[in-house]
């Protein structure tokens, strides 16, 4: 009995040493998938910056182009690009401008919106003078 007492005191004992290495990402996640949110007082800031890092770590790498068909299966997108020529450059940022003029649709919004504000003012307009002529 005092075999199984020792053991388990000495199981208890490790727990708080094997847990400490474990990945903070991994424990925030938990925390957060049982909350639906992180408790701020949880972990402290650099348990939390290390998280953080973890996931602009990954989003960096999918900006980079990581995720895409060319970077999971190579050998499908050499089928697709004649030898020898090199890929277009990625953009500097997801939010860099392009040289692309505007969608069709914002272009079409644009001119009823043009059309709305002028008769809008010529309705202004008429109803000031039929004012006047009273």
């Known amino acids: 009995m005092r ?15 094997a ?21 701020p007082c949880r972990f402290s800031s650099p348990q939390l910056s290390a998280a953080l890092k973890q996931i602009q770590n990954a989003l ?4 980079g182009g990581a995720c895409s068909a060319a970077a999971l299966h ?5 089928l697709h690009a004649p030898a020898g020529v090199p890929a277009p450059p990625l953009p ?3 939010t860099s401008p392009s040289d692309s003029s505007l969608p069709a649709p914002i272009l079409v919004m644009a001119a009823l919106i043009a059309i709305v ?4 003012a010529v309705r202004a307009v008429a109803a000031d003078w039929l004012r006047g002529r009273r």
């Open 3 to 17: 075999r199984l007492a020792a053991a388990a005191a000495l199981a208890l004992a490790l727990l708080p040493a």
């Open 19 to 39: 847990t400490a290495g474990a990945n903070v990402y991994t424990d925030v996640l938990h925390v957060y998938q049982l909350n639906g949110s992180i408790p």
């Open 60 to 63: 960096t790498a999918r900006a």
């Open 74 to 78: 190579p050998s499908s997108s050499a």
């Open 92 to 94: 500097s940022s997801v």
């Open 117 to 120: 504000a002028v008769v809008l």
